[in-house]
């Protein structure tokens, strides 16, 4: 096949429209996720990635300092699910980045599974995740949650819905 005649990659970034309004979503208007601390540092496609400062509302664990599992279940469930919008907004670039953010509207939770691997014990956490497999219907994901330097402390996988 010729350079002509081949299909244009996804972009690597999104409009700032778009991504903005993710954040939004995110960080503001789903207010667990403002409970949390959660910040959106990065949008793409494939992969989004997040911040989560420790604070005292966060602790599970007095004596240790250590994160709240119920923290660490809703964050990466917060990062799967944005996972699974930043993919369906890959898919659609031709739409408007307004419509896409209306995609949003439709997205749920059917399965969470978190292994915690280590405590969570630290000044920040990073996050990621990624859509492993985004259907029709149901998108497959797979997170983590790091320590700052790196570590890693929890993993999760989850299924949502996204019709």
């Known amino acids: ?11 690597v970034e999104f409009e700032p429209e778009f991504a903005d309004g993710l954040r939004d979503i995110f960080e503001d208007k789903i207010v667990f996720n403002r409970v949390l601390g959660l910040q959106v540092l990065g949008i793409k496609p494939d992969r989004v990635t997040g911040r989560i400062t420790m604070k005292p509302e966060l602790i599970g664990h007095f004596l240790h300092n250590r ?10 469930d917060a990062m799967g699910g944005l996972a699974c919008v930043a993919a369906i907004g890959g898919r659609h670039m031709d739409e408007p980045p307004q ?15 978190i292994d915690y691997l280590r405590p969570c014990v630290g000044t920040h956490f990073d996050l990621t995740a990624e859509v492993l497999r985004l259907g029709s219907r149901v998108a497959n994901t797979r997170m983590e949650f790091r320590a700052a330097d790196g570590k890693l402390l929890c993993t999760g996988a989850g299924a949502y819905i996204v019709s």
């Open 1 to 11: 096949m010729s350079k002509t005649n081949a299909h244009p990659p996804h972009p």
């Open 67 to 76: 994160v709240h599992g119920g923290v660490v279940s809703a964050a990466l």
């Open 99 to 113: 419509q896409r953010l209306q995609r949003f509207s439709k997205l749920g939770t059917i399965d969470l599974r």
